[in-house]
């Protein structure tokens, strides 16, 4: 396709009308020049193609339903995460879609956003990595993806309209950032905007976060398609950098694009460039498809499976009751045993093929017992099930209790307005707790619960939604054919309010402010030294794995040679397993408030029994850098860093401090009204003022008090020292020092920043 010539052959009307759906999931097709539709389809842990025999654009064909995005990201395992993008690019393939509608790298701002089940994390190192890998295995297969909601759609409620207000440290720490690795290493074929706004421009029409950042900062080269329905102003979007409307609106905002032009409102060449991100994807499409593509459902349900199994997170397990002991009596109990809850509510939904449940997947371990013991079509005790279960419990030596959100709870369109599952099934745990001592819990969640049986409770094994496949992969752990490897990505609080965004979620109004800042999830426990009910990087595994053997190779080094950082894990117990190992970067002192550790870095292994291996990481200059509102850019600052290895976040098993020497600096300005401390913490500008200080202290006849006075004074005169702007000194001085005396000392420091 030779696409400049196409587009130089293209009427105003027709490069207006490229530039918006077909219908619900198709570009325009413009017929004369050969052009074809390209389809779109959601996404993103499955494929959720339009059934094209039915009018409903809701309506979809049969799929293969994976682990949802929380799920997929416990795994840790960005080969496990490209495997499944191989998958559903092949899916794809065969059903001759364009481009796969995820996945979703949004950061999990607080537990209660409805939409937390489609994203990956509240970490945006994990996050992208993650999406990296879920791209790159998807794009493999020459399909496109859309990484999505571009940017902080953290909310549902409002999410149309609300403007996100985030200081720009925490935009470029957690919010960009966690769609930054997935652009600039995988490359997704398209963005797609969200719906709100950031600080007060819509994503659809924002030139900073669609130009300035995606293309000219992270080196894009797809196209930017807006979310169904997103576009507000398409007048203003197109030129920040909206190519594609979607889905159609019917012709009315290709005409505004024509009638923009006409008046000289809107320069053709944007229209142009829209027009050829747009063919150079369909091209790509064009050129990659491979008719000999089969779908072999039942290997990606086989997939599904064994994907799931490696995401579930063991949080609890006393008296290591489980794996389950097959000899002895079992109840299932929950209705999820047989209608599991493996997906969430909205445009990710899976019309599965076939869905596995926990109670038939369990006839090829044991048998077991079951009792439905809650209804899930409103959270109302129904007696008779509790009743019915609780003697099941009382009769049996282990009660498996299949609980967690419905979808009245969590869905895509409302947020959750508490952290609790139903309370009948509260309720049931308590009531079994009370018959059976030996009871474990399984959770069907896409986000954080509380567990207010937590103690009661001998195990608790966190599935999240994982896919159509979960009740064999529930079977696996349970029976203990694996082990479970999962690692929560994200914090699991106490309760709602220690959340760092409680105070401002999901805010006021079409307002809501980021006040926590940069202090998210981990960041903000870690920070405040809070107790957690399950931190971020946590799980159980049922061997055991011996960290050893740290090294790194130099002491010291620039932030451009970067660290590379070795250790050896050994399985040192009697199950073969697999575990994530997990690097944090600590800052021992900074300039700025920094996070008390951040996540740089992991690894899964696969280890046998008594077996050993080398992990490898390679941190570059990012993992040791923040982001300076002074600078607008990161800045490496000199210093030494921890390096911190864990099972956990708050499980580091090994570390060793290194030092960065770094010859940044950042810009330094000094007026009349600068401070003496501001001064005094800048290295290159402490010189000229200590003359000054000796000055003072002398005109004021200050070091024979200095020397009498008790500690506490001292210590006030001294901060009071540090808080003063340089032109008190004049005053203070009782005019000994002089205004000329200031202006001196700031040409100074100026001069040597300016050097
Ligand atoms: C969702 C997107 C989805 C699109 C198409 C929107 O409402 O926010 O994630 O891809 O619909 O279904």
Redesign the pocket.
């Known amino acids: 396709m030779d696409i400049k010539n196409l587009i130089s052959q293209m009427t105003l009307e027709e490069m207006a009308s490229l530039c918006s759906g077909a219908d619900?999931?198709h570009t325009k097709a413009v017929e004369r020049l050969g052009i074809p539709q390209m389809m779109?389809s959601?996404?993103?842990h499955g494929l959720?193609k339009q059934d094209l025999s039915s009018d409903n654009f809701n309506q979809s064909i049969k799929a293969v339903c994976f682990p949802a995005a929380c799920a997929l990201a416990c795994s840790f395992d960005k080969d496990l995460i490209f495997r499944l993008g191989e998958a559903l690019g092949n899916e794809c393939q065969a059903e001759d879609v364009g481009v796969i509608?995820?996945p979703?790298a949004n950061i999990k701002r607080s537990p209660l956003c409805g939409?937390n089940f489609?994203y990956f994390s509240e970490d945006p190192y994990l996050a992208s990595n993650i999406a990296a890998s879920h791209i790159k295995g998807v794009q493999s297969r020459n399909v496109g993806t859309?990484l999505?909601?571009f940017l902080a759609?953290n909310q549902e409620n409002r999410?149309m309209s609300v403007s996100a207000q985030i200081s720009e440290r925490a935009l470029h720490e957690i919010y960009l950032a966690a769609f930054e690795t997935a652009v600039k290493e995988a490359q997704p074929w398209t963005v797609?905007c969200?719906?709100n706004k950031v600080n007060g421009v819509y994503s659809s029409e924002n030139p900073w976060s669609l130009t300035e950042i995606l293309r000219e900062k992270w080196g894009f080269g797809g196209f930017v398609v807006s979310?169904?329905?997103?576009v507000s102003d398409r007048v203003k979007g197109l030129p920040a950098g909206l190519d594609l409307e979607?889905?159609s609106s019917g012709g009315v905002n290709d005409a505004r694009l024509v009638e923009a032009v006409k008046v000289g409102q809107l320069p053709e060449e944007a229209l142009d460039l829209a027009c050829e991100r747009i063919l150079t994807i369909v091209e790509r499409y064009l050129s990659g498809r491979d008719e000999s593509a089969v779908w072999d459902k039942d290997a990606d349900h086989e997939l599904s499976a064994e994907i799931s199994a490696q995401c579930m997170v063991l949080l609890k397990n006393q008296d290591r009751i489980l794996p389950l002991d097959k000899g002895r009596k079992i109840a299932f109990i929950g209705k999820f045993a047989e209608t599991p809850r493996y997906q969430g509510g909205?445009?990710?939904h899976i019309n599965s093929f076939k869905v596995t449940d926990a109670l038939s997947a369990s006839e090829k371990y044991t048998k077991v017992g079951y009792a439905q013991g809650y209804r899930t079509d409103e959270d109302v005790t129904d007696q008779a099930l509790l009743d019915e279960a609780v003697e099941l419990a009382a009769q049996s030596e282990i009660a498996v209790v299949f609980a967690g959100l419905t979808d009245l709870f969590e869905s895509?369109g409302f947020d959750r307005t508490h952290m609790g599952i139903p309370s009948c099934q509260n309720e049931l745990i308590e009531r079994i707790c009370d018959v059976q001592p030996n009871t474990v819990v399984v959770l069907h969640n896409g986000s954080p619960v509380e567990m207010p049986w937590l103690s009661r409770v001998k195990a608790v094994l966190e599935c999240y939604l994982g896919g159509q496949a979960v009740g064999e992969a529930q079977c696996r752990i349970l029976f203990g054919e694996e082990s479970p490897s999962g690692k929560l990505a994200e914090t699991f609080p106490k309760k709602l309010s220690d959340n760092p965004s409680f105070l401002n979620f999901p805010g006021e109004g079409d307002l809501v402010e980021y006040n926590e800042g940069i202090f998210v999830g981990y960041r903000y426990y870690d920070y405040k030294d809070m107790d957690v009910l399950f931190p971020f990087g946590f799980g159980l595994s049922y061997t055991t794995f011996e960290y050893s053997d740290l090294r790194v190779n130099a002491d010291s080094f620039s932030p451009d040679e970067g660290l590379e950082v070795r250790l050896t894990v050994k399985n040192t117990g009697d199950m073969a397993g697999r575990e994530a190992v997990q690097l944090y970067v600590s800052d021992c002192k900074s300039s700025v408030i920094r996070p008390v550790k951040e996540l740089k870095g992991f690894e899964k292994i696969y280890l046998e029994p008594g077996q050993s291996r080398e992990v490898v990481f390679r941190l570059d200059r990012r993992s040791f850098t923040f982001y300076s509102e002074k600078i607008h850019d990161w800045f490496a600052e000199s210093g030494d860093f921890q390096i911190l290895i864990g099972s956990s976040s708050r499980d580091i098993r090994l570390s060793r401090t290194v030092t960065m020497v770094s010859q940044e600096a950042l810009p330094f300005r000094a007026d009349p009204n600068t401070t003496m401390g501001d001064i005094l913490d800048n290295e290159k500008a402490r010189p000229h003022i200590q003359k000054l200080i000796d000055d003072y202290i002398s005109a004021m006849n200050m070091e024979s008090d200095m020397s009498e006075l008790g500690e506490a004074t001292k210590l006030m005169m001294e901060a009071q020292l540090r808080d003063n702007p340089l032109h008190v000194m004049v005053s203070f001085s009782g005019g000994k020092v002089t205004h000329e005396d200031i202006a001196q000392i700031c040409q100074a420091i100026n001069q040597e920043f300016s050097d």
């Open positions: 619900f999931w779109v959601d996404g993103p959720r509608l995820g979703g939409r489609e859309s999505k909601h759609n999410r797609m969200s719906y979310d169904w329905g997103a979607m889905p909205g445009s990710s895509e």
